[in-house]
């Protein structure tokens, strides 16, 4: 029965990490200043990256003949990757 919730569960991980990066980015674009405007352009960035690297792995698994699910959760690495990086980058003390 666990096995059934895991995907769920995981998901509802991700959706609230990725919630608390948004919060954490808000509060620095809305300091200002230098480190603000460099973080607006890191988003930007990370974005595109992120997007091309997801439709990459989801088209390689395609390709390789695995399932849509599979192609899923290929895509969903590099999102998920790059969400995990910037939540710790912004919670470090500097």
């Known amino acids: 029965m666990i096995g059934f919730w895991n995907p769920w569960i995981d998901a509802a991980r991700f959706a609230a990490e990725a919630q608390y990066v948004i919060a ?14 460099a973080e607006a352009q890191r988003m930007v960035v990370e974005k595109m990256i992120a ?3 997801a439709q990459l792995a989801a088209g390689l698994s395609l390709a390789a003949g695995r399932s849509m ?26």
């Open 69 to 94: 699910k599979s192609a899923a959760r290929a895509a969903a690495r590099p999102y998920r990757r790059t969400v995990r990086a910037n939540r710790r980058r912004l919670t470090r003390r500097r």
């Open 51 to 53: 997007g091309a690297q």
């Open 24 to 37: 954490l980015r808000m509060l620095r674009l809305s300091a200002g200043g230098a480190s603000a405007a």
